[in-house]
């Protein structure tokens, strides 16, 4: 569960941070280029260097179409795992109502108290420490489900509707290590930094080219860094369930615990 530096960082920071790298590649490949100019004044080299451009530029794409593809499919997983999870929950729960007292309360408090903890926000998530207690919050919580589980089982004989109610809770419990999964499972940074090294290279290269030409155009340069560093940090966004433009809303999970206390406290108001 290891949260690596990048991924701590605000998406506009890391907008920020790869626009100034980017401004970076293209003055030093401009400066060098203007100086090799100078030198050799051959101007079959900016030819040579046209085909090194357009392999970067070729490479430049693959990896964008691939880290982009990468971390929009785990933000739709991460999406599909709290929805799931919030259905599997409201089941349980709503199953929990078939068992006896006093076993029925038990197990249906002890849901809404899980379901509580599967709730969270940027705060829970900002940094390793906070995410690892707010797993372990987590499944302390849920270490009281089985338990009332067995509880349900021991006042009523095993039959459908008990089975029923084991395989939810089963269910629900599955799901807190799918859903970690998923919210751990990251674009790897070594595919990241190969992205940024690529970005920069042809950047620096496509500015070496405009220093042989002896004149760089910096407002198109600019542009494309700008939109280059954008890209890179919504594919990060992608990386941040939580915080950033593109955040995965809690509202279902939210939903079902408000159902679940909704229905805890009619039952309280009931009449013995």
Do not use: C
């Amino acid at each position: 569960m290891d949260l690596t530096a990048i991924h701590l960082l605000h998406p506009l920071a890391v907008a920020l941070l790869m626009l100034v790298l980017m401004a970076g590649a293209i003055e030093l490949g401009y400066r060098v280029g203007l100086r090799t100019r100078r030198r050799s004044g051959d101007p079959e080299a900016i030819a040579k260097r046209d085909v090194t451009l357009g392999a970067l530029l070729a490479l430049l794409g693959l990896l964008l179409a691939f880290t982009y593809s990468f971390s929009l499919s785990r933000a739709d997983l991460r999406k599909e795992a709290l929805l799931t999870e919030a259905n599997a929950l409201g089941t349980a729960f709503l199953r929990a109502d078939l068992a006896s007292e006093p076993a029925r309360t038990v197990l249906r408090q002890a849901l809404y108290e899980y379901a509580r903890t599967r709730v969270v926000d940027d705060t829970d998530v900002s940094a390793t420490q906070t995410f690892a207690a707010t797993v372990e919050r987590s499944e302390e919580k849920q270490r009281a489900l089985w338990p009332a589980v067995k509880a349900v089982l021991a006042d009523d004989p095993p039959g459908p509707l008990a089975n029923a109610l084991v395989q939810a809770v089963t269910e629900v419990l599955d799901l807190h290590a799918t859903r970690v999964a998923r919210f751990t499972d990251r674009l790897p940074m070594v595919v990241f930094w190969l992205l940024v090294l690529v970005t920069a290279a042809a950047l620096a290269v496509a500015a070496h080219n405009a220093g042989l030409a002896g004149h760089i155009s910096r407002t198109r340069m600019g542009a494309f860094a700008v939109v280059l560093s954008a890209l890179i940090a919504v594919i990060i966004d992608f990386d941040q369930p939580q915080r950033g433009a593109i955040v995965i809303s809690q509202a279902p999970l939210a939903r079902t615990v408000t159902a679940m206390a909704d229905e805890l406290a009619a039952a309280d108001m009931r009449p013995d």
